[in-house]
């Protein structure tokens, strides 16, 4: 296709849904709380599903409740070309993580749309469920469950904090859509291009507006629990004690130092702790964390994620430890042929760009293993996400779209 007859998205579109989006979970700081198919990330699935009702795009949703957006091609014998990514946040969250994806996706298509563009292959914007596992362990569910990396009985079963299934969650998702048809789970796809912001510095630092992403390291989660004894505060002698939380603590001590690289490049995280009974005067019985642990390198990931097991237990003092793994995934290199593509598709557009690695983590992953994927980047304000302050500007959103959509012509055009 001739350069010139490739759509120009609306920048003041675009901008005008993320302002709309976050307001549903909108938080005082600034922020947004909208975990996984909660009633705030249920509205916002329907307004999506507003907008592409509007234009008569149709919408589908799978038994593991990704939601599928659609613009015929002029052959329905090809399988859709997509872009996408999630709706849901993290706790108190930021307004454009997730969701910029899912945005220029949809814009993409509504610029199509307005272009008056037939495609060969169909083109959809996908809003994959659970990204971020902040409410249902592990993240990237959808998509992993998708495309086979995980079982849906298995994900469905899945119970948040308080003993709400992923079951229960799909059903409400679909209740409240009823209009919506029902997409076959892991129907092929030809390409998936999925445009994020960078969540770190390296954009903003050199003044580039595209980052090309050329793979996303890999990562092992784990959960610690440390049993001890419930004591008495005030009568109980440190000879006499199982206090949970002090074991807890020198494991988290000793576990830094072994995570510990000059280079800095391990990224190691006890992002959640809990002591239990929780009360001021009872020396804790129990004590539980979690650790991120991320590395492009997957004999790294290898090699010191087996060190948790040891390192906990050597000091678990006279507590009981148990460790377990609760979900791993390998670094992802993308296809070269997606990456210039995207690069060239910057070029084009005068955009400057840069070749980047991910250290987030982010549905593209999985969608690699099945079909020619790719990712997008854009700056985002010091580097600054899984924040309510993240901030991204409405230029630097508007020539992410803008790639997305060249990007997802030029795929619509292939055999
Ligand atoms: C995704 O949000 C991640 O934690 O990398
Ligand atoms: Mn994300
Ligand atoms: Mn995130």
């Not at 580039?208 to 996303?216: E, F, S």
């Not at 949970?244 to 280079?263: G, I, K, N, P, Q």
């Not at 000091?315 to 070269?336: L, M, R, Y």
Request: one cysteine or more; aromatic letters at 6%; glycine letters at 10%.
């Amino acid at each position: 296709m001739a350069d010139n007859m490739l759509p120009t998205i609306n920048a003041e579109r675009i901008w005008q849904r993320h302002l709309e989006m976050a307001q549903i979970g909108a938080t005082p700081g600034g922020g947004v709380h909208r975990l996984a198919l909660t009633s705030q990330d249920i509205a916002a699935h329907r307004l999506l599903a507003e907008w592409a009702e509007a234009r008569g795009f149709a919408v589908e949703i799978d038994a593991m409740g990704n939601m599928f957006i659609r613009r015929p091609g002029s052959d329905p014998a090809l399988a859709p070309v997509a872009s996408g990514s999630h709706t849901d946040t993290q706790p108190n969250g930021g307004r454009f993580d997730g969701i910029f994806g899912v945005l220029a996706a949809f814009e993409a298509l509504e610029a199509v749309d307005d272009a008056g563009l037939t495609t060969r292959h169909p083109l959809e914007a996908i809003v994959w469920n659970n990204e971020e596992g902040a409410r249902f362990v592990p993240g990237c569910s959808g998509s992993a469950v998708y495309t086979g990396a995980m079982a849906l009985d298995d994900m469905l079963d899945c119970r948040d904090r308080d003993g709400v299934t992923m079951r229960a969650c799909v059903d409400d998702l679909r209740a409240a859509l009823p209009a919506a048809g029902v997409r076959e789970l892991g129907r092929p796809l030809a390409g998936f291009v999925e445009a994020h912001i960078e969540q770190g510095p390296e954009l903003e630092a050199n003044g580039n507006t595209i980052g090309v992403v050329g793979g996303m390291q890999g990562n092992r989660r784990f959960h610690v629990d440390v049993t001890g004894e419930d004591a008495h505060s005030g009568t109980t002698p440190r000879a006499g004690r199982k206090d949970a939380f002090v074991a807890a603590t020198d494991m988290a001590v000793a576990l830094r130092e072994v995570f510990w690289d000059d280079e800095d490049v391990v990224r190691f995280t006890i992002g959640q702790f809990d002591v239990l009974p929780g009360a001021k005067s009872v020396v804790p019985g129990k004590a539980s964390f979690t650790i991120d642990f991320r590395h492009p390198s997957a004999e790294t990931l290898q090699e010191l994620g087996d060190r948790v097991g040891p390192v906990c237990t050597a000091h678990a003092g006279p507590c009981h430890v148990e460790t377990h793994e609760i979900s791993s995934a390998v670094p992802v290199d993308f296809p070269k042929p997606m990456v210039s593509r995207i690069a060239a598709a910057a070029e084009r557009r005068g955009f400057a760009s840069q070749p980047i690695y991910s250290g987030a983590g982010h549905d593209a992953r999985y969608l690699a293993e099945t079909c020619p994927a790719g990712m997008v980047f854009i700056p985002c304000w010091r580097g600054i996400s899984h924040n309510e302050a993240e901030r991204a500007e409405p230029s630097d959103i508007a020539a992410g779209a803008q790639v997305i959509s060249d990007v997802l012509v030029e795929l619509a055009e292939l055999p």
